[in-house]
């Protein structure tokens, strides 16, 4: 029993009725929420206590996440300030809050890349050059690169009615350059366009003949801007920048409409660069006539432009970080520490006829999920391999195994995600692999996608057939499995693995899923049962009973789901949510959600487990689960909980993935009743931790013994 989660420090508000509910607080804007959770990230790349390369890879993680932001949230924002809807949850008012939001966390961006990163490389001996810097010896270097390198791929184009502004695909690098004089037919068409193409380096290492001891870089646009008028023979070349446009790139596909889900989604991703404009950025010194110019011509608003001081694309700047072979500028190195409870002398199966497998990744390695298998495909006694992929990435091991279980004769069958947001092009090719080579692939459920992580291996033992399981709370990715937290857990309960049989034949059939006695399933029962646990202890606490939840998942969106909290904790039911990104649940503000604390825990590694603890009394119960609080976790997913019931197990569980982190004093951020995170601060005098570091040497001490022994 967990004494530490049974001794709460909030006060318990008077008992009141449901109707209390109706007076209850606002929820929190899910888009500022995101927003405010990249803030939290940012703050890793401002930190002086985080290596410098380290830091910059925060910068360009941020960067990147609002590129995500804009590609899947902001359209309907943009849609409606453009037809001056004044209601609605989209609106002229929704877009002006969001781009405050928006610049301002960009304006700080660039505001640290300008003032204390680039300055601290430039102190090392790092730096990216601009043309004005250069001496003489490197602009020649320089020319002869553009020359060799990249004129020979530009393609400038001039505007005029047989010549229209060319398609510019999302996130792809441009210039934008306006013309003096007339061009070869007389005529005084002065805009014209540069397409820069992908397959160019956007950091470029200056050899040590020109460069000495110091390590500088030049930008490809900074080469590209220093002989533009190169590219424009008897023009004067005037105004110019570089432009960026962000592009609404989430894949809409009627399924109900199509006669093959594979190839709509392959012709899909074609059109993806091209979707409805949202984002447009240009240089800070770009002209007001330029940026007017491109703000028409992509149909933009002027607060969806976005000037910004240097590259236009900050993602592009991690290139410096693998280029540059400064060891001490990064995190000392991480190496995961096999399974503590696998061991690697004895079969897996007899391993788990002793018990159930808990690896904890990223702190152990995701090596044990993939011996697992390797030993299933291995083992002429294993029959038949099922198995959910979600995101595996373009280069798998885990892909690997399975076409060698094919070849050897065994059942595979796979159930792939095709709808995995921007894995979709990695996810139809191995789709398309697996097929030919004769597995049975499976794309799940028309309008759902099938977002739970699992594996069933079936075995001949003796007379029988036995299965095994394996379930997680992340992808099959060998390389996130190294950067997200996340449980897996291999078991041979044949409750379990026969409620897995079941799912994976109703994935199959869509026949109706039999009732099922440990797992809970989304879109069927997921929802309420979690719904239906809130509300009993808060009925149980209303009794005077002493209850308890504790929840950790990336986001907490679904209002159901919120509500119940809510009522729960008017009750007296103490609930502790860790939640690392959005999180709309108004916590700490008093007279309503005293009871309910709310923290996100931003660490080296990416929190990703989603681990559900209930109490009532002395009655515990933990599950592990693939889904997060959000609506569409609920209702437009097939998603999975299970328990963990082993009494050692389930307190690893807590002691690692909640007590930890409900104790962090280093990288956890608390909200607040105003509805703003402040990050936890010790005293200076008692000591603190941070979660993830303190797992890190937990586990590191465990290896060690282990390679001792």
Same mark, same amino acid.
């Given at each position: 029993?967990?004494?530490?989660?049974?001794?709460?420090?909030?006060?318990?508000?008077?008992?009141?009725?449901?109707?209390?509910?109706?007076?209850?607080?606002?929820?929190?804007?899910?888009?500022?929420?995101?927003?405010?959770?990249?803030?939290?990230?940012?703050?890793?790349?401002?930190?002086?206590?985080?290596?410098?390369?380290?830091?910059?890879?925060?910068?360009?993680?941020?960067?990147?996440?609002?590129?995500?932001?804009?590609?899947?949230?902001?359209?309907?924002?943009?849609?409606?300030?453009?037809?001056?809807?004044?209601?609605?949850?989209?609106?002229?008012?929704?877009?002006?809050?969001?781009?405050?939001?928006?610049?301002?966390?960009?304006?700080?961006?660039?505001?640290?890349?300008?003032?204390?990163?680039?300055?601290?490389?430039?102190?090392?001996?790092?730096?990216?050059?601009?043309?004005?810097?250069?001496?003489?010896?490197?602009?020649?270097?320089?020319?002869?690169?553009?020359?060799?390198?990249?004129?020979?791929?530009?393609?400038?184009?001039?505007?005029?009615?047989?010549?229209?502004?060319?398609?510019?695909?999302?996130?792809?690098?441009?210039?934008?350059?306006?013309?003096?004089?007339?061009?070869?037919?007389?005529?005084?068409?002065?805009?014209?366009?540069?397409?820069?193409?992908?397959?160019?380096?956007?950091?470029?290492?200056?050899?040590?003949?020109?460069?000495?001891?110091?390590?500088?870089?030049?930008?490809?646009?900074?080469?590209?801007?220093?002989?533009?008028?190169?590219?424009?023979?008897?023009?004067?070349?005037?105004?110019?920048?570089?432009?960026?446009?962000?592009?609404?790139?989430?894949?809409?596909?009627?399924?109900?409409?199509?006669?093959?889900?594979?190839?709509?989604?392959?012709?899909?991703?074609?059109?993806?660069?091209?979707?409805?404009?949202?984002?447009?950025?240009?240089?800070?010194?770009?002209?007001?006539?330029?940026?007017?110019?491109?703000?028409?011509?992509?149909?933009?608003?002027?607060?969806?432009?976005?000037?910004?001081?240097?590259?236009?694309?900050?993602?592009?700047?991690?290139?410096?970080?693998?280029?540059?072979?400064?060891?001490?500028?990064?995190?000392?190195?991480?190496?995961?520490?096999?399974?503590?409870?696998?061991?690697?002398?004895?079969?897996?199966?007899?391993?788990?006829?002793?018990?159930?497998?808990?690896?904890?990744?990223?702190?152990?390695?995701?090596?044990?999920?993939?011996?697992?298998?390797?030993?299933?495909?291995?083992?002429?006694?294993?029959?038949?391999?099922?198995?959910?992929?979600?995101?595996?990435?373009?280069?798998?091991?885990?892909?690997?195994?399975?076409?060698?279980?094919?070849?050897?004769?065994?059942?595979?069958?796979?159930?792939?995600?095709?709808?995995?947001?921007?894995?979709?092009?990695?996810?139809?090719?191995?789709?398309?692999? *697996?097929?030919?080579? @004769? $597995?049975?692939? /499976?794309?799940?459920? &028309?309008?759902?996608? +099938?977002?739970?992580?699992?594996?069933?291996?079936?075995?001949?033992?003796?007379?029988?057939?036995?299965?095994?399981?394996?379930?997680?709370?992340?992808?099959?990715?060998?390389?996130?499995?190294?950067?997200?937290?996340?449980?897996?857990?291999?078991?041979?309960?044949?409750?379990?693995?026969?409620?897995?049989?079941?799912?994976?034949?109703?994935?199959?059939?869509?026949?109706?899923?039999?009732?099922?006695?440990?797992?809970?399933?989304?879109?069927?029962?997921?929802?309420?049962?979690?719904?239906?646990?809130?509300?009993?202890?808060?009925?149980?606490?209303?009794?005077?009973?002493?209850?308890?939840?504790?929840?950790?998942?990336?986001?907490?969106?679904?209002?159901?789901?919120?509500?119940?909290?809510?009522?729960?904790?008017?009750?007296?039911?103490?609930?502790? *949510?860790?939640?690392? @990104? $959005?999180?709309? /649940?108004?916590?700490? &503000?008093?007279?309503? +959600?005293?009871?309910?604390?709310?923290?996100?825990?931003?660490?080296?590694?990416?929190?990703?487990?989603?681990?559900?603890?209930?109490?009532?009394?002395?009655?515990?119960?933990?599950?592990?689960?693939?889904?997060?609080?959000?609506?569409?976790?609920?209702?437009?997913?097939?998603?999975?909980?299970?328990?963990?019931?082993?009494?050692?197990?389930?307190?690893?569980?807590?002691?690692?993935?909640?007590?930890?982190?409900?104790?962090?004093?280093?990288?956890?951020?608390?909200?607040?009743?105003?509805?703003?995170?402040?990050?936890?601060?010790?005293?200076?005098?008692?000591?603190?931790?941070?979660?993830?570091?303190?797992?890190?040497?937990?586990?590191?001490?465990?290896?060690?013994?282990?390679?001792?022994?």
């Amino acid at each position: 029993m967990l004494s530490f989660l049974r001794s709460p420090t909030l006060p318990s508000p008077p008992k009141t009725p449901d109707t209390a509910l109706v007076n209850a607080p606002d929820l929190l804007d899910r888009d500022h929420s995101i927003l405010a959770f990249n803030e939290r990230v940012l703050d890793w790349a401002v930190r002086d206590d985080v290596p410098l390369l380290e830091r910059l890879r925060y910068l360009c993680i941020v960067s990147s996440n609002l590129d995500e932001f804009f590609e899947v949230r902001a359209e309907p924002h943009v849609i409606a300030m453009q037809a001056g809807d004044r209601k609605g949850t989209f609106s002229v008012g929704s877009f002006e809050r969001l781009a405050t939001s928006l610049h301002d966390i960009v304006g700080r961006q660039y505001a640290l890349y300008n003032e204390k990163l680039m300055p601290a490389f430039e102190r090392l001996g790092i730096k990216i050059v601009s043309h004005g810097d250069r001496n003489p010896v490197q602009r020649h270097w320089v020319k002869q690169y553009f020359e060799r390198e990249v004129r020979p791929l530009l393609i400038p184009v001039g505007l005029d009615p047989s010549h229209p502004f060319p398609q510019v695909a999302n996130k792809s690098l441009n210039f934008i350059v306006r013309l003096g004089g007339r061009d070869a037919f007389g005529r005084e068409n002065e805009i014209a366009i540069v397409k820069v193409p992908r397959v160019l380096p956007r950091l470029i290492r200056m050899p040590a003949k020109v460069s000495g001891t110091r390590t500088l870089f030049v930008s490809l646009s900074s080469v590209i801007r220093a002989h533009l008028s190169e590219l424009f023979a008897g023009r004067h070349v005037g105004q110019f920048s570089q432009f960026r446009v962000t592009r609404h790139s989430d894949l809409a596909v009627d399924e109900d409409d199509v006669q093959n889900l594979r190839m709509a989604l392959r012709q899909g991703l074609v059109h993806r660069h091209y979707g409805q404009a949202v984002r447009l950025e240009v240089s800070a010194g770009c002209s007001e006539h330029l940026s007017d110019f491109l703000l028409h011509q992509f149909d933009l608003p002027e607060k969806a432009l976005y000037r910004v001081q240097g590259p236009v694309n900050l993602v592009r700047l991690t290139q410096l970080i693998d280029l540059v072979d400064r060891p001490e500028l990064c995190f000392a190195p991480y190496k995961p520490s096999f399974p503590a409870q696998m061991n690697s002398s004895l079969s897996i199966f007899e391993q788990l006829k002793l018990g159930d497998v808990l690896i904890h990744q990223p702190f152990e390695s995701f090596d044990g999920v993939l011996e697992f298998l390797r030993e299933s495909v291995n083992d002429p006694q294993v029959l038949a391999i099922k198995q959910t992929i979600y995101r595996t990435g373009p280069n798998s091991e885990l892909m690997d195994l399975l076409r060698e279980a094919v070849r050897k004769g065994k059942e595979v069958t796979v159930v792939v995600e095709l709808k995995a947001r921007f894995d979709e092009e990695a996810n139809i090719n191995w789709a398309e692999m *697996l097929e030919s080579i @004769g $597995a049975q692939v /499976l794309y799940g459920v &028309v309008g759902l996608k +099938t977002h739970a992580k699992m594996m069933l291996i079936t075995r001949r033992e003796g007379k029988s057939l036995k299965r095994y399981g394996h379930l997680s709370t992340g992808n099959y990715n060998p390389r996130t499995a190294r950067l997200y937290t996340d449980v897996s857990h291999i078991t041979a309960d044949p409750v379990l693995t026969t409620d897995m049989e079941h799912v994976f034949v109703h994935l199959a059939s869509q026949s109706k899923l039999p009732a099922l006695r440990k797992l809970w399933f989304a879109p069927f029962h997921l929802h309420n049962n979690l719904i239906n646990r809130i509300d009993a202890l808060g009925a149980a606490a209303a009794r005077g009973m002493d209850t308890r939840v504790v929840a950790k998942m990336n986001s907490l969106t679904d209002d159901a789901l919120i509500q119940s909290l809510m009522r729960a904790g008017s009750k007296g039911v103490k609930i502790d *949510l860790i939640v690392r @990104g $959005a999180c709309m /649940l108004p916590a700490q &503000v008093p007279g309503h +959600t005293e009871n309910i604390r709310v923290r996100s825990v931003i660490g080296r590694f990416l929190e990703h487990s989603r681990v559900f603890y209930f109490r009532e009394g002395e009655t515990e119960e933990l599950y592990l689960s693939s889904a997060d609080w959000m609506n569409r976790n609920m209702v437009r997913r097939v998603e999975l909980a299970w328990p963990v019931t082993d009494p050692v197990q389930r307190q690893r569980i807590v002691d690692e993935c909640l007590v930890a982190y409900l104790h962090d004093g280093v990288d956890a951020w608390d909200l607040g009743s105003d509805g703003k995170y402040t990050r936890k601060q010790g005293d200076g005098e008692t000591p603190v931790h941070g979660a993830q570091a303190a797992l890190m040497a937990r586990y590191a001490e465990i290896g060690k013994a282990r390679d001792g022994a």
